[in-house]
């Protein structure tokens, strides 16, 4: 069965700092995609990121970066000098593919509530 | 103006109440999805749409009815809920298959 572990529940860091959210997920399916949401106290989520399985190239986007490891089945996530916007809860989730039709199944792991203190 | 608006934004119902909630969203996508986040809990899929056809209802209690009367518009029509129902209940769209899901605000639900 799939599965999304987030074993980080809550990270406190100080502004500046680097932090690097893990995820570990578990599929036996071959062809699959993952995903990084932000949800910020306001509620809605924040797409991030999109990867599949086929892509173990890491990605760097401003400050946010991401590591694919299909060796340890994990996909983690590092903010580079972190800022107080940065504060929000971080959900990992990985789709199952969905072949009879046009729409994809998310499985979320349960978020890391990050706070950055000024 | 977000691609993915929910309202009410927070409602407070007694379980015998019937109320709904809406989500629209201005994207263009075809598919639409209901999602429940509980307090220290995995978000949970609900229902999903793909061009106005439900393709997935996860379990969910008869006391949930979806509708979807078009790709833009998708309702949760609540009624007899139960204490346990009270959560944040998140809209969310996509273009297809494996493309990312854009959420909605949400709608924070209290039960009493």
């Known amino acids: 069965a799939q599965k999304v572990t987030q074993a980080q529940t809550e990270i406190s860091v100080v502004e500046k700092e680097d932090v690097t959210l893990d995820c570990v997920y578990e599929?036996?399916?071959?062809?699959?995609?993952l995903f990084w949401y932000k949800q910020p106290p306001s509620g809605e989520l924040v797409f991030l990121i999109r990867?599949?399985?086929?892509?173990?190239q890491n990605e760097i986007s401003g400050r946010y970066s991401w590591n694919f490891q299909k060796s340890t089945s994990s996909f983690n996530f590092t903010i580079t000098a972190s800022q107080v916007v940065d504060s929000a809860v971080y959900f990992c989730?990985?789709?199952?593919?969905?072949?009879?039709?046009?729409?994809?199944?998310?499985?979320f792991g349960t978020g890391t509530l990050l706070a950055v203190q000024p | 103006e977000t691609g993915v608006t929910q309202t009410p934004r927070h409602l407070v119902m007694g379980m015998t109440n019937k109320k709904s909630l809406k989500c629209e969203q201005h994207?263009?996508?075809?598919?639409m999805y209901w999602y429940k986040q509980s307090a220290k809990k995995p978000l949970e899929l609900m229902f999903v749409?793909?061009?106005?056809?439900?393709?997935e209802n996860n379990s969910v209690p008869s006391r949930f009815s979806p509708e979807c009367p078009n790709s833009s518009h998708l309702f949760l029509h609540l009624h007899t809920l139960q204490p346990e129902d009270s959560a944040l209940y998140l809209c969310?769209?996509?273009?297809?298959?494996?493309?990312?899901?854009?959420f909605g605000d949400g709608t924070r639900l209290s039960i009493l």
């Open positions: 990867r599949n399985s086929f892509d173990e």
């Open positions: 994207l263009g996508h075809n598919a």
């Open positions: 599929t036996r399916d071959t062809t699959y995609y």
């Open positions: 749409y793909n061009f106005k056809e439900q393709t």
């Open positions: 989730a990985l789709s199952e593919p969905n072949y009879g039709g046009a729409t994809n199944k998310l499985i």
């Open positions: 969310a769209s996509s273009r297809g298959l494996n493309q990312p899901q854009h």
